[in-house]
């Protein structure tokens, strides 16, 4: 009887573990998530860090985490998402994203990493501007 109950546990984890891991690519795309995801590619290709790896469950190696956190912050000041929202995206909770948001206006002191942030910010300003089709804080 306890085997049972231990297969049972695992399968109720596992299918939780791969619904965590297919969040923001089962999604429908819609214009929010497609924007989203120009967001995402945007950082992996700025970061050189492939942008399946930024969805990626484990914290991995700090480079991809530090990837993953400017996205999240990214999405949420400058696109204007819900803590809830990017943590949906990258199946996490709001609190991961609280952090992530934290820790990079934490390394904005410093004038090199901001300088990277201020120009992905105006990258995605011309993406903007350009396409017409990001939905940003404030407005079309």
Do not use: W
């Not at 891991?21 to 089962?26: F, H, L, N, P, S």
């Amino acid at each position: 009887m306890s085997d049972l109950r231990i297969i049972a546990r695992t399968d109720s984890t596992l299918k939780t573990q791969v619904d965590r891991m297919e969040v923001g690519t089962i999604k429908s795309a819609d214009k929010k998530n497609t924007n989203d995801m120009k967001v995402i590619r945007l950082v992996a290709k700025r970061t050189k860090i492939p942008s399946h790896l930024l969805f990626h469950r484990s914290r991995c190696r700090s480079n991809i985490a530090g990837a993953r956190q400017l996205a999240m912050y990214l999405l949420h000041v400058t696109m204007g998402r819900t803590m809830v929202e990017v943590g949906d995206l990258f199946g996490r909770d709001r609190t991961t994203v609280s952090h992530a948001c934290g820790r990079i206006e934490d390394r904005r002191d410093s004038p090199e990493f901001d300088e990277i942030v201020s120009t992905l910010e105006g990258d995605l300003d011309l993406l903007a501007a350009n396409h017409n089709q990001i939905d940003r804080k404030g407005g079309e």
